[in-house]
């Protein structure tokens, strides 16, 4: 991701536009922050980087709801801090199990 990149302004005729407007600030930075940390993790390399938060925005609703009984809601997001919190824990686990394989297999 090229240093300082930021979203343009969508065109008032988009979905992209009909979605975002409808966030909150809060909910748009959430957004911008969780889009650049998943781009940074996974190290992507896009020729058209505005194109690619389009695609986040589109996304977003799908993504943004699970199913609980057959009814949508809205999903509680993880926080940045929650998903590092969780991989740091499921590396340390899968070190654990690399370095005593028996005992993660309950033999040890």
């Known amino acids: 991701m090229p240093e300082g990149w930021k979203p343009a302004p969508f065109g008032l005729d988009t979905q992209c536009h009909k979605i975002e407007s409808g966030w909150s600030t809060d909910d748009l930075l ?13 190290g992507s390399k896009f020729v058209d980087w505005q194109a690619a ?14 199913r609980t009984n057959g009814q949508h809601r809205p999903a509680e997001p993880d926080s940045y ?28």
């Open 81 to 108: 801090v929650d998903v590092l919190e969780r991989e740091e824990r499921n590396r340390a686990i899968l070190a654990a199990r690399n370095a005593n394989p028996e005992a993660a297999a309950g033999r040890g």
């Open 53 to 66: 938060w389009s695609a986040w925005v589109l996304n977003s609703e799908r993504f943004g709801k699970q």
């Open 30 to 42: 959430r957004h911008l922050e969780a889009f650049k940390a998943h781009h940074r993790r996974e």
